[in-house]
């Protein structure tokens, strides 16, 4: 089994960055496809960023060129780097992966930007 916890989130002005933080643990997460989604208030939840065990990297048109999605194995730890940040990106971020598709998730992180 493996948990997730999200961190990072909080208040950001408008054309600010933020950085979260996906921590696994109970087993190396390194050979996952892992993602980002968001829901935002009276949304459906949406896939943002995500990185195959490769590292390549995939987005949403919506986020590209202002998001991407490091990863550190040594850490077990997947990260989504928020640049130039918009109020329509407000919402709850949820940390997902696993072997076969997205097997585990996180409790999700607040991101709230202000205009």
């Known amino acids: 089994q493996v948990q997730l916890v999200e961190s990072g989130g909080g208040l950001v002005q408008a054309g600010g960055s933020l950085r979260l933080s996906c921590a696994a643990s109970g087993r190396s997460i390194s050979s996952y496809t892992m993602g980002w989604f968001r829901r935002a208030p009276g949304k459906e939840r949406e896939f943002v960023a995500g990185?195959?065990?490769?590292?390549?990297?995939i987005y949403a048109d919506s986020v590209k060129g202002r998001f991407t999605i490091p990863r550190d194995n040594a850490k077990n730890t997947v990260y989504l780097q928020m640049n130039s940040l918009k109020p329509e990106d407000t919402a709850v971020y949820y940390c997902?992966?696993?072997?076969?598709?997205?097997?585990?998730w996180g409790q999700g992180t607040q991101v709230t930007v202000s205009s």
């Open positions: 997902a992966g696993g072997p076969v598709g997205y097997n585990y």
């Open positions: 990185i195959r065990r490769n590292g390549d990297g």
